[in-house]
Structure formats: C-alpha cells, structure tokens
C-alpha cells in the first residue's frame, strides 16, 4: 500500500501530538476535542490530522490512545528511524550532520561522506566508501552539500548507489530520471518570504 504524503504543516504537528500522548495519563481513549483544548489547536484541524494518521475515531469516544501513539510513532518512523546520508561536510553539511532535530521526525543522519581527506572522522567517511556504504546499509535518501560545481556528479553517484530521494542544497538544478524524488532547498527564499511579510 502507498504511505500517505502529510503536508509539512501537518507533520509538523504530529511530534506535538506523540509528545502530548507519551505524557501523563490520557486513559483508554482519547478524543480529537480532549487533545485540541489541551494544546490550544483547532478541534476541527486536530480532527483532520489525527484522521489522516489513524483513521477516524470511535463515535463520542475517540481514539484508543494506545492505537493513535503506535500509529503516529509509525508515521514518524520512531521505531525504526529511516537512515540519511550526506555528501559534503564542509560547514553546512557539518552544521547538518550535528543537528539532532532529525530525530523527532524519525530520520537518522548515519554519516557524511567527503573528498576532503582532512575532514575524516568516525562520522565523515571518504567518498571512496559511499557506494558501498549506501549498500550495505540500505540507504536511500541524501543531502547534498557540495559546491553547485560539483552537485550533478554527486548526484549521479547517489543515484547509482540507490538513493532515491535527494534534499539538495547546492544551488543548481539536478537532472534527474523520473524516479528520482528531489527537494531544492533554499533557505534566501524562506527568509525572503519572512521579510516580504516585513513590508505588508
Ligand atoms: N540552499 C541553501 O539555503 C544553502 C545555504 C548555505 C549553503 N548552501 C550551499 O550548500 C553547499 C555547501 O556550502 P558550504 O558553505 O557548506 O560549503 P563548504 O565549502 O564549507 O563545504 C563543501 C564541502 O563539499 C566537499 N566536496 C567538494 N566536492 C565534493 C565531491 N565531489 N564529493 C564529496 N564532497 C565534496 C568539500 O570538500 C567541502 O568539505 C554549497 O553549494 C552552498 O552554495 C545552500
């Protein structure tokens, strides 16, 4: 079966709503209306939310909370943490590699992977090992952190080691086949929707 694409405002809320279940004693069962008043979201959002993750609740009672943590721990991958690798470790791929926000949304940065052979670490592995590593450990997804120059050659290698999905910061397009699922990131563009907000 397809897993379900939740927008990025709806995954956002997840982590909020797993917390809130994994604290104190909610009973049995719980309702969308008992988790709305308790984090101040909208009964109707909740509703929508909680329904796209775990199907709708029982009538008047709600969901079994046991249910609704098991599901949103599958959603958000806690039990077994989907592992991403990055090709770049210089000062943003190293900014990522230490950034332990990942956690909460069930991905694990297992390693760096760079040419530079100074930057070698326990965690910063050299390039030479990246098709063999993304193998045997079933690595799929990857951030690219190189320089534009070199980002359509790294993505090329990606693909030929099974990555499939790429969240690519170097500021160059990537071809690539149909297959291939990429997400462009950049972060000017967020801050440029930030400040326009400024001058409303
Ligand atoms: N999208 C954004 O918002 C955003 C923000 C900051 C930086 N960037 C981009 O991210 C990229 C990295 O920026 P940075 O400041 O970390 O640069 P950096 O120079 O500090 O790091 C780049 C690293 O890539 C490594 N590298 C170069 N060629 C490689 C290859 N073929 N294979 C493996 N590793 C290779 C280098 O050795 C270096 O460690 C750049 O393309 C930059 O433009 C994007």
């Keep these: 079966m397809k897993e379900p694409v939740f927008s990025k405002a709806t995954l956002g809320r997840l982590p909020i709503y797993l917390d809130y279940l994994r604290t104190g004693d909610h009973g ?10 308790a984090l101040g979201l909208g009964d109707v959002q ?10 709708t609740g029982k009538p008047k ?3 079994k909370t046991t249910e609704l943590i098991a599901a949103l721990e599958s959603v ?4 077994a943490a989907t592992p ?19 956690d909460e949304y069930g991905i694990k940065i297992s390693a760096a992977f ?35 120059a070199c980002a359509e050659e790294v993505c090329d290698i990606m693909i030929k080691s099974g990555i499939t999905a ?24 967020s801050l440029a929707h930030l400040t326009m907000k400024l001058r409303k």
């Design 28 to 37: 049995e069962y719980i309702s969308a209306a008992e988790i709305s008043r």
């Design 46 to 55: 909740v509703r929508k939310d909680l329904n796209s993750v775990s199907g």
């Design 61 to 63: 009672i709600g969901y």
């Design 76 to 79: 958000l991958g806690r039990k």
């Design 84 to 102: 991403i690798v990055i090709v770049g470790a210089g000062k943003l791929g190293k900014a990522l590699l230490d950034f332990d926000g990942f």
């Design 114 to 148: 760079d040419v530079d052979k100074r930057l070698l670490c326990d965690r910063i592995l050299p390039m030479d090992n990246f098709t063999n590593y993304c193998r045997l450990y079933d690595i799929h997804a990857g951030i690219i952190t190189v320089p534009a």
């Design 166 to 189: 790429i969240w690519n910061f170097a500021p160059t397009v990537l071809n690539v086949p149909e297959n291939i699922t990429v997400c462009q990131e950049n972060l000017a563009l």
